[in-house]
């Protein structure tokens, strides 16, 4: 199994759980994160080591990467495995399962890339890369299908574990946050590059919030690696000891905040799924996004708008994304409290058109695969 970052962890480790039910006795080895260790993985080399986003990002790491996949595929193959499980992480994988599969090992690939969004041309080298793949979103299989791809959709993982309706009380309580605070949480990504982009930006926009809004608690959940760079960002917007950083709870700030600042990602579902309203913001390397944006199909770049058809919430991107910005944005949402009831319902909606059963159908799939 390979994961590239938190979010491929975090399903990760999900998956393990519907494997781990189905054959006790299984063996998984690979590159994972906490999540996946935890469930027993054995870690060859950290998710942190793939989890670069941009193009020029990418170039900067790109012998190192290559490196570690070289070294990782001669090693699958020294002793195939009855499966290998691609999650997400498609610029990496990809390759990696298409030497694979032509050894006659099974693959699997979960999480469909985004063809829908971007970079359709990718189709082609799914088709060649994996034996079958596990879709997060219901209109997935069909497009793959069309091109001769065997797919099952499994619904999102996170919608089983994100409950239908959030306990805001117990957050707080457990945040040390009174029941009646307004809460803004800042989420500005895993990645080095995400946090050198966003951070000190999230928070300047959060300090002008507080000027309009004295009152405003603000939560920042935080990965160890990436806390001194977030708590340099919070002194810079001159919010140091007045915030909540903290390792991990991203789920326990979701369910506790009124709304969300928030890099586009994974996230920002997981957002929707606690129907917290949010403004999505990101940026990347100039050039990245003058290489990205003319691939791009659709007029959205968030999951929750993409998969509500719809600018449900804002989107703030490049250029467009500054303090002053996204601190407007996000006082419109807390002085407009029949919007954000009426973005809470459509994320209801999406939140059960996800929820399925994902560990056992996704199971049932690479039990067949294996036995195919």
């Not at 099974?106 to 985004?114: A, I, L």
């Not at 359709?120 to 793949?133: C, L, M, N, Q, Y």
């Not at 809470?344 to 799939?365: G, I, M, N, P, V």
């Amino acid at each position: 199994m390979v994961a590239g970052e938190a979010s491929g962890d975090l399903l990760g480790g999900l998956l393990l759980d519907g494997l781990r039910g189905r054959w006790p006795d299984m063996s998984s080895e690979g590159i994972g994160g906490p999540q996946m260790m935890g469930r027993g993985l054995e870690a060859w080399w950290p998710s942190e080591a793939l989890a670069v986003r941009g193009y020029i990002e990418v170039l900067r790491h790109y012998a190192g990467i290559v490196r570690i996949r070289k070294h990782l595929k001669q090693r699958l193959l020294d002793a195939p495995p009855d499966a290998f499980i691609g999650i997400d992480a498609p610029d990496f994988n990809l390759d990696l399962e298409a030497g694979l599969k032509a050894r006659g090992v099974k693959t699997v690939h979960f999480v469909c890339p985004s063809i829908w969004a971007w970079r359709p041309e990718r189709t082609e080298k799914i088709k060649r890369s994996a034996d079958h793949v596990l879709c997060i979103f219901p209109f997935e299989p069909q497009l793959l299908e069309r091109e001769g791809i065997s797919a099952t959709y499994v619904g999102h993982p996170l919608a089983n574990v994100i409950p239908m309706q959030p306990d805001q009380a117990a957050a707080r309580r457990t945040l040390g946050l009174a029941q009646d605070d307004e809460v803004l949480a800042v989420l500005p990504g895993s990645r080095a590059s995400e946090v050198h982009y966003h951070a000190r930006m999230f928070l300047d926009a959060a300090a002008l919030l507080r000027q309009a809004r004295p009152a405003m608690q603000i939560i920042v959940p935080v990965s160890p690696a990436r806390r001194a760079a977030i708590e340099d960002a919070a002194r810079a917007a001159g919010l140091a000891g007045s915030i909540k950083i903290m390792d991990g709870q991203s789920h326990t700030m979701l369910a506790a905040c009124d709304l969300a600042l928030i890099a586009s990602g994974t996230a920002t579902l997981e957002a929707a799924l606690f129907k917290r309203p949010m403004v999505i913001a990101y940026k990347v390397n100039w050039l990245s996004y003058r290489l990205m944006w003319p691939q791009h199909l659709q007029p959205w770049i968030g999951l929750p708008n993409i998969l509500c058809g719809e600018f449900a919430v804002p989107e703030l991107l490049q250029h467009a994304a500054n303090p002053h910005s996204l601190a407007a944005a996000l006082l419109e949402w807390l002085e407009a409290p029949a919007r954000m009831a009426a973005v809470q319902e459509k994320f209801k909606a999406l939140h059960s058109q996800l929820q399925r059963d994902t560990a056992t159908l996704a199971t049932d799939a690479i039990e067949k695969i294996i036995q195919s």
